[in-house]
Each structure stands twice: as structure tokens, then as C-alpha cells.
């Protein structure tokens, strides 16, 4: 499985921002796609993650209302539209594809490079 992120950027506070996740190989239809951010001097979060089966969501509460997961099945993507940014968003966004849901980083056993998320006041 091969993962590659996109879309990030400079935006300023309240601005929207589309990631996109570009997936190659074999996913097995029981695979969780997650996104997961990292900011300077912090751990990696879990943001969102959706089952490539079912298509069922699961959020953070810090981008609940905010932030949405979804899949495009003609693109072969999974992607994150982020309305409302804050400057707190601004980290590395990571996207990964794991065999069954989980809010940790561990889980996942395949990472995209991340692409840079910054929020300005």
C-alpha cells in the first residue's frame, strides 16, 4: 500500500484547506484510512478516520463540526476538508491505512509523507 498526501499550504485563520490522500495497492476492504497531525514538539494526533468498506466516520473532538473525511472511489482518494482553521490546525498532516480502527498512531502500518498544514492569526 502506498499513501501520498497533498493539498497543504499557508492559509490564514478561518480559511478552508482540502488534503487529499492518494492510495495504490492492495487495500483490503476491512482498512481504516485515518488522518493524523503532528505539531512541533508534539506527538502525533489522531483528526479523522474512515473505513474503506462502509464509509462510516470518526472524528476528534477538536475538528468535530469542522473537519470531514470521505472517500472518492473514481480518484482513489481519501480526503480532509478543513473549514474554519485555527492557528492550533498548523502542524504536519499525516494520512494512514491500517486494518482496523484506532486513535493511535501505532496501529496504522502504512504512512504517507505528510504535507504541512500552517494557520495564521
Known amino acids: 500500500v502506498q499513501l501520498q498526501a497533498s493539498g497543504g499550504g499557508l492559509v490564514q485563520a478561518g480559511d478552508s484547506l482540502r488534503l487529499s490522500c492518494a492510495v495504490s495497492g492492495r487495500i483490503f476492504s476491512s482498512y481504516v484510512m485515518g488522518w493524523f497531525r503532528q505539531a512541533p514538539g508534539k506527538e502525533r494526533e489522531f483528526v479523522a478516520a474512515?473505513?474503506?468498506?462502509?464509509?462510516?466516520?470518526y472524528y476528534a473532538d477538536s475538528v468535530k463540526g469542522r473537519f470531514t473525511i470521505s472517500r472518492d472511489n473514481a480518484k482513489n482518494t481519501v480526503d480532509l476538508q478543513m473549514n474554519s482553521l485555527k492557528p492550533e490546525d498548523t502542524a504536519v498532516y499525516y494520512c494512514?491505512?491500517?486494518?482496523?480502527?484506532?486513535?493511535?498512531?501505532?496501529?496504522?502500518?502504512?504512512w504517507g509523507q505528510g504535507t504541512l498544514v500552517t494557520v495564521s492569526s
Open positions: 494512514g491505512a491500517g486494518s482496523s480502527l484506532s486513535y493511535t498512531p501505532g496501529r496504522y502500518n502504512y
Open positions: 474512515i473505513r474503506w468498506s462502509s464509509s462510516s466516520t
